[in-house]
């Protein structure tokens, strides 16, 4: 065995050239590696190698700038060679940014500017759309005097609904047919290619398929089509399917490539008034005279459920992205939202009067003194969905209210916001055979027969019988509903007043005729490139009577008109007042 693990401890010592005792010295540390005290020498050699390199630097700087110039190249090659892959990747992103910062200065923009605008505001509206919040501010970007028209005509009775599925229109009409139209290429107003007629405002679209229905074919149950006026029209997103309702209790399915039916449903026991997809998807929601809302599923054609609350005909329903609608009853005065899931319901009552105190909407009280007219909501038949805490509904009395779902009561009111009728003549109004012509008939208000709204955003459009699809928005506290203007006309030529009410409403003289003529019985929107980019185009259902009975006839035409609307410019005649 070896000595050495024989040799006790104390004697395996190191052995030292000198046998003279020598004493231990301590060791210094520096960042944790020990170090004898040959370490100062070592530092003098170090500092006096840098002062030689400093010398060198200096004598460096006293060189030319060409000789500078081609050291530091060799230097940055030398340098490239040591450095590491990921030193070099660190470099190169450091070149990048400073390339970008350069071109950014050279246009003028700010590196805050963009953050605010590209990130900052996207990411709000994707928070605002993705909880149903309005976020978009469009009703002053576009220049509703400036529309172009393009007509819809056939031969048919009374438009009474139209729906939308880009590139395609469709149209119903209370002589059972059901068209779908192409959408023809509108020229810009602003830079107008003329035909062969002379006329760039107005173009013809293309009729692709037509399909009608039989009064004769009513007691037989085989038959797929309508047998009595279809009264509403919806088109899915998907472009799949179209559905229709009608007089007839019945609601058809339709193949939207080729107008075939797949499923005729008779559940509802009256006419189906009103139709509405939920965005995004193939549930559909269908409002009937039968006092209920029915839900369905397209994707496996089956009926879902019905929703019981109304004490009157629900004439209309609206939906969007989330699962839920809100419907109109009529003349039991109530809008109500249904929660499908939650199943339940709110319940929102109006009924009040519309007021206007002008010296011309006057008349005579008992006293003879002018008194303001007062106008009794009777009856709500619209409503439309401006987010999903928010919509509004038209009246009878010529009334649009604004709602919130957090309120029971209407948060803003326009009273009589398309005008009012001239005032009848003592026969019209009186069932006297002599009727006294010294107690004057008041004029009437005009309904409210089309609302539409472009979802989430602040665009209001409505329509009447007095010729012109008006424009409205919602405030940005999202609390009162502000005028805009109307489509198609300028605004020297409009003369709406505050709360809506129209001076030349009463006027019977041909000179003011409107933009369209007849009925205006439904409105749809669609926008062109992403998010209106390009253009805004408005679907309106025009006909000569009402679309759910013959009490009103006026003057116009059996069709269906597109507004295309494009940006407003802020030069010219376009520079709005209220901009």
């Not at 050495?4 to 540390?29: L, V």
């Not at 008992?366 to 619209?382: K, M, T, V």
């Amino acid at each position: 065995m070896s000595s050495f693990f024989t040799t006790p401890a104390s004697k395996r010592k190191r052995k030292h050239e000198n046998n003279t005792f020598q004493p231990k010295r301590k060791k210094q540390k520096s960042n944790g590696i020990t170090s004898n005290r040959k370490l100062p020498e070592k530092s003098t050699t170090r500092s006096k190698r840098d002062e030689s390199i400093s010398s060198d630097d200096f004598e460096d700087d006293d060189k030319s700038e060409a000789a500078g110039s081609d050291h530091a190249h060799v230097s940055s090659d030398s340098e490239d060679e040591d450095e590491t892959g990921a030193e070099r990747r660190l470099r190169l992103a450091r070149r990048y940014l400073e390339t970008v910062q350069e071109e950014i200065q050279e246009h003028g923009f700010d590196a805050e500017e963009v953050d605010r605008d590209l990130i900052a505001d996207r990411l709000r509206e994707d928070v605002a759309q993705t909880k149903g919040k309005l976020y978009r501010r469009i009703a002053s970007e576009f220049d509703f005097p400036a529309a172009a028209k393009t007509h819809l005509r056939a031969t048919t009775l009374t438009t009474t609904s139209v729906a939308v599925c880009l590139p395609y229109i469709y149209t119903v009409s209370k002589s059972m047919s059901l068209i779908k139209w192409q959408l023809p290429m509108v020229p810009d107003p602003k830079h107008p290619d003329s035909d062969s007629k002379g006329s760039s405002r107005s173009r013809r679209a293309k009729e692709l398929l037509f399909t009608k229905g039989s009064k004769s074919k009513a007691g037989d149950r085989d038959f797929s089509h309508h047998t009595a006026p279809i009264l509403t029209v919806a088109a899915s997103q998907s472009g799949q399917f179209v559905v229709t309702g009608g007089a007839d209790k019945r609601l058809i399915v339709w193949s939207a490539s080729d107008l075939k039916p797949l499923r005729v449903f008779t559940a509802h026991r009256d006419a189906v008034t009103g139709l509405a997809f939920r965005r995004g998807t193939n549930q559909l929601f269908s409002s009937s005279k039968d006092r209920t809302i029915k839900s369905w599923s397209l994707d496996e054609l089956a009926y879902v459920e019905t929703l019981f609350g109304h004490q009157d005909e629900v004439v209309d329903v609206a939906a969007l992205a989330t699962e839920r609608c809100v419907s109109v009853g009529a003349r039991d005065r109530s809008a109500r939202l249904w929660e499908v899931v939650e199943e339940k319901q709110l319940v929102f009552r109006s009924g009040g009067r519309s007021e206007k105190g002008k010296p011309a909407d006057r008349h005579l009280d008992a006293n003879s003194r002018p008194a303001p007219i007062s106008y009794l909501e009777g009856s709500i038949d619209r409503v439309a969905v401006v987010d999903e805490d928010t919509f509004i509904t038209g009246s009878d009395n010529g009334a649009i209210s604004l709602w919130s779902i957090h309120r029971k009561k209407p948060v803003f009111t326009i009273p009589v916001a398309h005008g009012l009728d001239p005032p009848l003549t003592p026969e019209e109004s009186s069932a006297e055979q002599e009727p006294d012509p010294k107690v004057p008939a008041p004029p009437q208000p005009r309904w409210i027969t089309a609302l539409a709204t472009v979802p989430y955003s602040d665009l209001i459009l409505s329509g009447s019988w007095d010729g012109w699809v008006r424009v409205w928005k919602v405030s940005q506290d999202k609390k009162k509903i502000e005028e805009v203007g109307a489509v198609g006309r300028n605004h020297s030529q409009s003369q709406l007043t505050d709360g809506g009410l129209v001076e030349d409403g009463c006027s019977s003289q041909p000179k003011d005729r409107g933009f369209v003529q007849g009925v205006i019985n439904d409105l749809e929107t669609f926008e062109k490139g992403e998010k209106g980019e390009d253009r805004l185009c408005v679907v309106a259902a025009l006909g000569k009577e009402h679309r759910l009975g013959r009490w009103k006839q006026v003057r116009g035409r059996n069709e269906t008109v597109v507004f295309e609307i494009s940006k407003a410019t802020l030069t010219g005649s376009n520079l709005r007042s209220d901009l």
